[in-house]
């Protein structure tokens, strides 16, 4: 019998393998249905669902091996870099899906939620105030009208897959909708700063590198206390409070 392997796991949702299959328990029903509706409609490589009996959802396993983890080195070459650089311009110019996603948060209401998420951090000692004021005023940027674009809203390297060079799917839809495209490139790309360029090779259009700066240090500030609250660690090496620093 296949052994179990928890995948990810805390109070909001959980990921199991058994084999070569993918269950996932989510009690939030609606993010099931946003997965399950933007894997249908994504112009690239995703899983196949097997079954779905809320709260779980079944999904078979992909081909290939994940790109990385933020906090961990990324065996894969400039070529494979790149080849998911051209997954995301893919994804990015199909047509929009029906809702937004957390990459098309309303730019005013996440700038409110960025001051609390300041405040709240400098109050509670987790980070020091002239690290979180310099990066308040990156993500600054970031706080702009954008083009909607068909957008992953969680795309951390870690859901990525290659064999070789080649991308064979794109993993963890549950954000997915209307957004900022350069979220997404931000997300891929947080800790990984070195292979930018590869990423953006293979994106094939000019970005706003500002912009991108921005995104990092935005998505940064507001992960760090939901971290540490769920049992993670963003002060580990090349892990968010890291990404903070590098913009000192």
């Known amino acids: 019998m296949d052994e179990v392997e928890v995948v990810v796991a805390h109070s909001e949702r959980a990921t199991l393998r058994v084999g070569d299959v993918f269950l996932k328990v989510d009690a939030d029903q609606a993010r099931i249905d946003v997965e399950v509706e933007a894997m249908s409609l994504a ?39 790149a080849a998911a650089g051209a997954a995301i311009r893919k994804l990015h110019e199909a047509p929009l899906p029906p809702r937004p996603g957390r ?3 309303n730019v005013v209401a996440l700038a409110a939620e960025l001051d609390e998420e300041c405040e709240l951090l400098v109050a509670n000692g987790l980070l020091p105030a002239d690290l979180v004021t310099r990066n308040r005023r990156v993500a600054e940027a970031a706080l702009r009208p954008w083009t909607p674009a068909f957008t992953h809203g969680d795309l951390q390297i870690a859901h990525v897959f290659l064999d070789g060079d080649q991308v064979t799917g794109i993993i963890d839809w549950s954000e997915a909708g209307q957004g900022d495209a350069l979220y997404d490139l931000a997300t891929f790309t947080l800790g990984h700063e070195e292979h930018l360029d590869d990423v953006l090779a293979g994106y094939g259009t000019d970005i706003n590198l500002d912009l991108i700066h921005a995104w990092w240090s935005l998505r940064s500030l507001l992960a760090v206390r939901w971290l540490i609250e769920h049992g993670f660690d963003p002060f580990a090496p090349g892990c968010e409070v890291d990404v903070l620093k590098a913009r000192m």
């Open 103 to 105: 990459a098309g948060r």
């Open 43 to 81: 112009p690239v490589p995703t899983p196949e669902v097997l079954w779905r009996k809320p709260p779980v959802l079944a999904l078979a396993a992909l081909p290939g091996t994940p790109l990385g983890r933020l906090g961990g080195p990324s065996d894969g070459s400039s070529a494979a870099w």
